[in-house]
């Protein structure tokens, strides 16, 4: 069973950078798939943030693109977010999540549990 | 990029009622591209459909989902207790994935 699980600072303060680590146990990240992040502010709906393939290949979400970047560490079998000069817009739950392809169908299948992230001085 | 949208906003129903759920893209998509999440509160989302009409792993026939082009619907034929949540529909396309604002299906 593929097994995700954010972690990171719950609180950072404006104009810093935000950095979440995502562990993977149950399947090897260099074995294939994609990789993503997705957040949700409270009460609000589902942003996909970004992907991250094994080869380093990303995909991003255009209006985040500017302050994104994720990275692989495929000897740890984690993989990474940072998102730069945040303000409490960009509080949210963030999760991380496994990017299928199921018969040509792109969805995320697995997902951790979220963390919380709070932008505040 | 294509935007979802989702009604009713919340949909109200009893148990053992039948609910459904709309989705509309503001441009045609391929139906491959479509797919439902089951979200309860302080959990992740939980992949329904994929493919706008095929069932993920381990969910339960009750579920259904249908449409093409624009218009897209998930059906949950009779609500069991535990399907009261909310439900966002997600499109992928040109490389990047988008979400609907979601419907929120509660106990009448």
């Known amino acids: 069973q593929v097994h995700l699980q954010e972690s990171g600072p719950g609180l950072v303060k404006p104009s810093e950078t935000l950095s979440l680590t995502c562990a993977v146990s149950?399947?090897?990240?260099?074995?294939?798939?994609?990789w993503g992040w997705i957040r949700q502010p409270p009460g609000k709906g589902l942003e996909w943030i970004g992907s991250?393939?094994?080869?380093?290949?990303?995909y991003y979400n255009p209006s985040l693109k500017s302050r994104v970047t994720l990275s692989m560490d495929t000897s740890k079998n984690h993989f990474s977010l940072k998102l730069s000069s945040v303000t409490a817009a960009d509080t949210a739950v963030y999760y991380c999540?496994?990017?299928?392809?199921?018969?040509?169908?792109?969805?995320?299948?697995?997902w951790g549990q979220g963390t919380l992230v709070t932008v505040s001085s | 990029e294509i935007v979802l949208t989702q009604s009713p906003g919340t949909l109200s129903l009893s148990p053992g009622e039948r609910a459904t759920l709309s989705c509309r893209a503001g441009?045609?998509?391929?139906?491959?591209?479509l797919a439902w999440y089951q979200q309860k509160p302080g959990q992740a989302p939980r992949l329904l459909i994929y493919?706008?009409?095929t069932r993920a792993t381990g969910i339960p026939d009750r579920f259904s989902g249908s449409g093409s082009g624009t218009d897209f619907t998930l059906t949950i034929s009779r609500l069991e207790p535990e399907d009261f949540a909310v439900y966002y529909c997600?499109?992928?396309?040109?490389?990047?994935?988008?979400f609907g604002p979601g419907t929120e299906v509660d106990i009448k």
């Open positions: 493919g706008a009409s």
């Open positions: 149950g399947y090897s990240i260099s074995s294939g798939y994609y």
């Open positions: 997600q499109q992928y396309g040109s490389s990047r994935f988008t």
């Open positions: 441009q045609s998509v391929s139906s491959n591209s």
């Open positions: 999540a496994r990017r299928a392809v199921y018969s040509g169908s792109y969805c995320f299948d697995y």
């Open positions: 991250i393939y094994q080869s380093g290949i990303t």
